[in-house]
């Protein structure tokens, strides 16, 4: 059963103001413009604290200086998100639970289902973690599209727990340094990282302080999703570890159906995302933007939100293409979630890493263009421009 925890009412408050009274969240991870008359915004959108992953581009309305623009005349499109932002899962997990062949075949088939799902829209990496001091790699899983792979992990089928004991505090820790070390491999300036780890209670290694621990998740700018078996001890650590969402497996044996929730979570949690591209028809000085999204309510009700920001529209001129979008350039150092549970801060993008774990990370991969320079086809979902 999945469970989505609350943000804090002072962010919201923050924020905007409608935030507070509307269950729907329109907020801005970063925005461009540049030549010819170029202006894109990558935005997130959830409801109820839980993703909004099925809007059009009739969904979105934009404004300029307080004029509403024609989408069809200003070329509105929906591009993909990948055009600006990277995308990375690492899923970690607790080998301490297959304690029998059938439980890591269990575990492996799990997993497995979990790496199709998610590798469709990004990369994933699995780790390995019991009482050692350190995670073990047990595969790199690129992108998909069809999200075909494994049935089952075979390095899992091969691991053995090296120490019985549980050292959960560590492998979250070294977890978020693999994450952040394949994110700054990037070169688009927006990254978004999932990790989501499953484990069959409270650390008992104590390898790591608590206190150092909680400080790491607490501040992590990646989204945070928690695996458990019902009735298994949970802690304070644990309960940050469900920032983002909390799946409890009923029993054992149901592990692969809480694997499969997981995945389709992680998804959401980065499907949530658009990527917004249109011409401007200002020509010159500094233009008020105002970005509103409409998303079905109960009913026949719909609920919306916005937020307002500007760009500079100096030697603006004819000629634009909105399936190229204008360069996104890194912004100062923000974290993405750290105080909004599984959204973004407006205008954030993640930070470089401190430390990343060597041996879940691919130094020779090649980095990403940043696609700026290209013109980005739209995704292959409903609702998106052709």
């Known amino acids: ?54 809007l059009g581009v009739a969904d979105f309305r934009i404004v300029e200086d307080g004029q509403v623009l024609d989408r069809e005349q200003s070329s509105l499109k929906l591009l993909d998100p990948v055009t600006v932002a990277t995308f990375h899962t690492v899923l970690l997990l607790d080998l301490g639970h297959a304690t029998n062949d059938e439980r890591k075949r269990q575990l492996s088939k799990a997993a497995a289902s979990f790496v199709r799902k998610v590798r469709q829209r990004q990369p994933v990496t699995v780790l390995v973690y019991d009482g050692s001091a350190r995670t073990r790699l047990v595969g790199e899983f690129s992108v998909e599209p069809s999200g075909t792979g494994p049935e089952l992990l075979d390095n899992l089928l091969m691991m053995v727990p090296s120490d019985t004991s549980r050292n959960l505090r560590g492998a979250v820790v070294q977890g978020l340094d693999t994450l952040d070390g394949h994110l700054a491999k990037s070169t688009r300036p927006v990254r978004v990282g999932t990790m989501v780890v499953f484990s069959r209670g409270p650390d008992v290694a104590g390898r790591v302080a608590e206190a150092d621990f909680n400080g790491r998740v607490e501040n992590t700018t990646h989204q945070l999703v928690y695996i458990d ?28 159906i809480a694997f499969e929730e997981a995945g389709m979570v992680a998804s959401h949690l980065t499907a949530q995302y658009y990527l917004l591209s249109y011409c401007s028809p200002a020509r010159a000085g500094m233009r008020r933007l105002k970005v509103e999204v409409t998303v079905p309510g109960t009913g026949n009700e719909v609920e919306t939100d916005s937020f307002e920001t500007s760009f500079d529209a100096t030697d603006f001129s004819p000629g634009c293409n909105s399936g190229n979008p204008p360069r996104f350039v890194s912004l100062k150092k923000e974290s993405i979630d750290g105080a909004a549970g599984n959204q973004p801060k407006a205008s954030s993008v993640t930070s470089s890493p401190s430390k990343a774990d060597p041996a879940a990370t691919d130094a020779s991969a090649p980095k990403e263009p940043d696609g700026s320079d290209l013109e980005v086809p739209p995704p292959n979902k409903p609702g998106y421009a052709p």
């Open 1 to 54: 059963m999945r469970h989505f925890l609350p943000l804090p009412i002072a962010f919201s408050l923050l924020m905007s103001g409608c935030h507070f009274f509307s269950p729907v969240r329109l907020e801005n991870v970063a925005t461009a413009s540049g030549k010819p008359s170029n202006v894109a915004a990558l935005v997130s959108v959830t409801k109820k604290n839980e993703p909004v992953t099925s």
């Open 229 to 256: 078996v019902s009735g298994d001890p949970t802690d304070k650590s644990t309960t940050l570890l469900a920032k983002s969402s909390r799946i409890d497996a009923q029993a054992p044996d149901t592990l692969p």
